[in-house]
């Protein structure tokens, strides 16, 4: 059977505002969510995951520049440093949704923002960038809001669809839960056709929504 790309991007805020215990809980969180990853992609033969990971702070970098398959990806903990220029990150992923580099023939994009603060610069220009793009129009997307402070009304915006929620992350457990669905879930629904499909075929309705994360008494709240 022939597979199909998906291409799953993280793009993390490393800003100085994430020392400490949220990078952390994030690194944690993020390779402890990997054997899910494989485990979905394992049940899921048509779908080739590829992850990558780009950072930002001050300036946007790819920590994982290379697509890489699942089954061979390895988490290497990302870093603190800088400011929050979240508009640097979205062009960079525009760049990377345009076709080439994105094949013709791939199934929809996952992009994960994970964000605990407020964009220093022209962050909206990036989105449009994004939204520009043939991809980025069918991409399919999440947030996720550290502590908080995170802007929600920006991860909104990025979300680009107003059934779709935040995901807040204000303890680290609810940050392992949100992570972990974003890498499963949302891959799921990535997984159905949208490119090179039978015509005339059935498209089939948004397979994920966010999971409810139960408020509880953690005293660790950010």
Do not use: C
């Not at 946007?60 to 890489?68: E, G, V």
């Not at 457990?173 to 669905?181: E, F, S, T, V």
């Amino acid at each position: 059977m022939e597979n199909r790309p998906v291409h799953f991007i993280w793009i993390l805020d490393v800003s100085y505002s994430m020392m400490g215990e949220k990078i952390g809980q994030l690194n944690y969180a993020i390779r402890e969510a990997i054997p899910e990853m494989q485990s979905v992609a394992h049940d899921n033969p048509a779908a080739q995951l590829l992850l990558r990971v780009l950072t930002f702070s001050s300036t946007a970098q790819w920590h994982i520049a290379t697509p890489t398959p699942v089954e061979s990806f390895t988490w290497q903990d990302v870093q603190v440093d800088g400011g929050t220029n979240l508009g640097d990150a979205l062009y960079a992923v525009a760049r990377e949704l345009e076709t080439p580099p994105m094949p013709q023939r791939a199934l929809k994009p996952v992009l994960a923002l994970v964000s605990d603060g407020q964009p220093l610069d022209e962050w909206r220009e990036g989105l449009r960038a994004i939204d520009a793009t043939p991809w980025g129009k069918k991409a399919v997307r999440v947030a996720i809001g550290i502590g908080a402070d995170a802007d929600r009304s920006v991860l909104q915006e990025f979300l680009a669809n107003p059934e779709l929620q935040v995901l807040d992350a204000n303890n680290p457990k609810k940050l392992a839960a949100a992570i972990r669905w974003a890498s499963t879930a949302a891959v799921k629904a990535a997984s159905q056709p949208v490119a090179g499909a039978t015509p005339g075929a059935k498209q089939l309705a948004p397979a994920y929504a966010p999971p409810a994360l139960d408020d509880d008494d953690d005293d660790d709240v950010w």
